[in-house]
T-cell receptor, first 114, second 112 residues
Framework: GAGVSQSPRYKVTKRGQDVALRCDPI?????LYWYRQALGQGPEFLTY????????KSGLPNDRFSAERPEGSISTLTIQRTEQRDSAMYRC????????????FGPGTRLTVL | SQKIEQNSEALNIQEGKTATLTCNYT??????LQWYRQDPGRGPVFLLL?????KEKRKERLKVTFDTTLKQSLFHITASQPADSATYLC???????????FGAGTILRVKS
């Protein structure tokens, strides 16, 4: 079956523009996670959802970052007024919903802010 | 402060040998510890999970140990192969919900 998909795979934008990153989880997965990964580092947690409810957004760096999952499936991570420091790989993962469950990661979106 | 530390330098070993990777943590009380493999340009892929009440877990050539007293996990790959070359990430899960807290990863290079 299909894995986690993310779009776009690459996004180049100018400073000050808004961007929306999309994640399509594995069908039937309850939990959806957003991470950010810098080169040479492990993924850093941003936020996660169970169904459509945002359970934890403690990792969002500031209020320019927001996420939604309105129908409990596809999720969008939005960054407003992008800054150069937002440049990174943004990864989405999904799981069945238990704490011990495997998280399945997507290929990521490489965001570059000029 | 809370920290997860993995071998910062790359581990270079000869094919056929056992690779041992270390994950140490401070100021966490994880209920689970997971190991993931990440290849360049790809997302992490799950390998093994071990619970806080388990000492050791095995899967084919992989073995993971978990010592909650030492706050350490060791990840072993026996009879290593060049195809095992990748970055290996440890991740903690616990009383802070479902989110994973990752270490920075260790690069493993297996030479034939």
């Amino acid at each position: 079956g299909a894995g986690v998909s993310q779009s776009p795979r690459y996004k180049v934008t100018k400073r000050g523009q808004d961007v929306a990153l999309r994640c399509d989880p594995i069908s039937g997965h309850v939990s959806l996670y957003w991470y950010r990964q810098a080169l040479g580092q492990g993924p850093e947690f941003l936020t996660y959802f169970n169904y459509e409810a945002q359970q934890d957004k403690s990792g969002l760096p500031n209020d320019r970052f927001s996420a939604e999952r309105p129908e409990g499936s596809i999720s969008t991570l939005t960054i407003q007024r992008t800054e150069q420091r937002d440049s990174a790989m943004y990864r989405c993962a999904s799981s069945l919903g238990q704490q011990s469950d495997t998280q399945y990661f997507g290929p990521g979106t490489r965001l570059t802010v000029l | 402060s809370q920290k997860i530390e993995q071998n910062s330098e790359a581990l270079n070993i000869q094919e056929g040998k056992t690779a041992t990777l270390t994950c140490n943590y401070t100021n966490y009380s994880p209920a689970y510890l997971q190991w993931y493999r990440q290849d360049p340009g790809r997302g992490p892929v799950f390998l093994l999970l071990i619970r806080e009440n388990e000492k050791e877990k095995r899967k084919e050539r992989l073995k993971v140990t978990f010592d909650t007293t030492l706050k350490q996990s060791l990840f072993h790959i026996t009879a290593s192969q060049p195809a095992d070359s990748a970055t290996y990430l440890c991740a903690l899960a616990g009383g802070w919900g479902n989110k994973l807290v990752f270490g920075a990863g260790t690069i493993l290079r297996v030479k034939s």
